[in-house]
């Protein structure tokens, strides 16, 4: 069975610096999806960016981007200058050919202004 | 124009009573979930449906019965309420199946006293 494993419950960053949040995940698929969901305080789920399996490029939304290595099944997101909307808890998630997004742990954001 | 819209936003209700919480979404997509977060903020899908049809139904008690009346709806009916289905319950939809990107509504925080 797949699982997604966020091993950071909560991180830090200063205004305006770069923070990466990890995620590892477990398959034995080849052929899978991958994203980073963000919920603020508002609860809303918000997606910030996805990334597919079979490319090889790294995925990009602006301050956003991912830094994805399939080898080591490891999915980290890394927010350049940080912004204190940027405060929430952070969740990757893995989507199988089952229909299923499995969910990591999370990951509280702070940003200290 | 909200794109998922969820009703009611909270609900607060007593042990053994039977409620509603109704999902719409305007993006004419094919597939839509429900996901219950508990208070450790962990997500997990309980059921979807593709175009009213039921594809994924995970453990939970029989008490829940989702319903899809047309692929804009889906709601979840929960009967005889425990304590333990405090949580928030969040619908999201998607434009097919696994390879897209799901969108999710704002919640309802469900409370049973």
């Known amino acids: 069975a797949q699982t997604v494993t966020q091993s950071q419950p909560e991180m830090s960053v200063q205004e305006a610096e770069t923070v990466t949040l990890s995620c590892t995940y477990d398959?034995?698929?080849?052929?899978?999806?991958l994203f980073w969901y963000k919920q603020p305080p508002s609860r809303q789920m918000i997606l910030v960016i996805r990334?597919?399996?079979?490319k090889q490029q790294n995925a990009t939304e602006n301050r956003f981007s991912v830094n994805f290595q399939k080898a080591a099944k490891s999915f980290s997101l890394k927010i350049s200058d940080s912004q204190l909307g940027d405060a929430a808890m952070y969740f990757c998630?893995?989507?199988?050919?089952?229909?299923?997004?499995?969910w990591g742990a999370g990951t509280k954001l702070i940003i200290k202004p | 124009d909200t794109a998922v819209s969820q009703t009611p936003k909270y609900l607060v209700t007593q042990m053994g009573n039977d409620k509603s919480i109704k999902c719409e979404q305007n993006?004419?997509?094919?597939?839509m979930y429900w996901y219950k977060q508990d208070s450790k903020k962990f997500l997990k899908i309980m059921f979807s449906?593709?175009?009213?049809?039921?594809?994924i139904n995970e453990t939970v008690p029989n008490r829940f019965s989702p319903k899809s009346p047309d692929k804009a709806h889906l709601n979840l009916h929960i009967n005889s309420l425990e304590l333990g289905d405090s949580a928030v319950y969040f619908c999201?939809?998607?434009?097919?199946?696994?390879?897209?990107?799901?969108?999710f509504g704002p919640g309802t925080r469900l409370l049973v006293l």
């Open positions: 990334q597919e399996a079979y």
């Open positions: 999201a939809s998607s434009p097919g199946t696994y390879r897209e990107t799901q969108y």
């Open positions: 998630a893995y989507r199988d050919s089952n229909y299923q997004l499995i």
């Open positions: 993006l004419g997509h094919d597939t």
């Open positions: 449906y593709n175009n009213k049809e039921l594809i």
């Open positions: 398959t034995s698929e080849s052929d899978y999806y």
